[in-house]
């Protein structure tokens, strides 16, 4: 049972927090080669690789640089303001075409943003045929919990047909 709580918590620590191998045997007290093992036989490295690549964890990282970009051109903008006062002509044409630079970056990362968001959509009939796989699998697996999640299963269905309808 302890191998278990081992390999769940390495599978959280490898997967979602993105240790290493040799990290996470030293905070579980296992060897480097036992974690090895576990992610290679259960395909945790390609799982992470999924959930890095996901368009979701994508376009977190595409907002993450447009925000970097923008605080960049707002200093930049202050200080054309002060190139400004001071009459600075080769300072100003400097930092306007550092400025415009930046601008047609974010559009370009917007651009791919509007991509990615699209790739994420998600249609209603498609939505709903998948989590009935789940529902129909949890029936599968513990008819009873499946009994218990009745009323959960309906609202989220109809909270979810509201958002996507």
Do not use: C
């Not at 009935?132 to 047909?161: A, C, G, P, V």
């Amino acid at each position: 049972m302890a191998k278990d709580k081992e390999k769940k918590t390495a599978h959280i620590l490898f997967v979602a927090q993105g240790k290493t191998r040799k990290e996470i045997a030293a905070l579980i007290g296992t060897s480097e080669r036992t974690v090895g093992s576990w992610v290679d036989k259960y395909g945790w490295l390609k799982e992470r690789t999924a959930r890095n690549a996901s368009p979701v964890k994508r376009a977190e990282n595409i907002k993450s640089i447009i925000t970097s970009l923008s605080e960049e051109r707002i200093e930049l903008t202050g200080l054309v303001k002060e190139a400004e006062t001071k009459n600075d002509a080769d300072t100003i044409t400097d930092l306007r075409t550092r400025i415009s630079k930046i601008d047609d970056a974010v559009a370009k990362w917007n651009k791919t943003f509007m991509t990615i968001d699209a790739e994420n959509s998600i249609t209603l009939s498609v939505y709903i045929t998948v989590m009935e796989r789940i529902f129909d699998s949890l029936r599968s697996f513990d008819s009873k919990l499946f009994m218990q999640t009745i009323e959960f299963q309906d609202n989220h269905l109809h909270k979810i047909t509201i958002e996507l309808g």
